[in-house]
């Protein structure tokens, strides 16, 4: 070197790798902390369909999804009479009203009940749509009825995510 260059090191500037390096890890966290929660709130078992005797008729009571979150649902209603024969003649009303949020804080009679008129699907079988607004449980009242005459009515409880 000659007296007129001068030597000039310069260390890289690397200094802003550790923020977001950082801020990498900690998003990426957050992620699979979010993702394992969703994973595991899916892997939450659903009730069973439950039957009631409604009447002289057994009722088996489902929603699809098993596990609904609030939003859209189906209730499926399938009736047999004493003999195991599915009921075709059926007129099924279905009520539906909060009965504590998802906190535990009790929500019964705080408004109108909804109301649903189920569909036959096929012989036996009924459905209808139903709307949870809210995460909390919820019970779902049928009413049976044939030829014009009530067979009664039973509630199941559905517990919205």
């Known amino acids: 070197m000659t007296a007129t260059e001068t030597h000039v090191t310069s260390t890289p500037r690397r200094f802003w790798i550790g923020p977001i390096g950082i801020g990498l890890a900690v998003m990426g966290a957050i992620g699979v902390l979010v993702g ?72 019964a009679g705080m408004g109108e009940p909804g109301r649903a008129t189920a569909r036959m699907e096929s012989s036996g079988r ?22 014009g005459r009530p067979e009664g009515q039973g509630e199941f409880l559905v517990t919205v995510r």
């Open 36 to 107: 394992g929660l969703y994973l595991a709130l899916l892997r939450v078992p659903a009730a069973p369909p439950r039957t009631q005797q409604i009447g002289s008729v057994r009722v088996t009571f489902g929603i699809e999804p098993r596990a609904p979150w609030a939003g859209p649902a189906e209730v499926m209603v399938s009736i047999v009479d004493a003999r195991g024969t599915p009921v075709s003649d059926a007129e099924v009303t279905l009520t539906y009203d909060m009965e504590t949020d998802s906190i535990g804080r009790r929500m």
């Open 126 to 147: 009924y459905t209808a749509p139903v709307p949870f607004p809210m995460a909390g449980q919820w019970a779902v009242r049928v009413a049976i009825a044939r030829a």
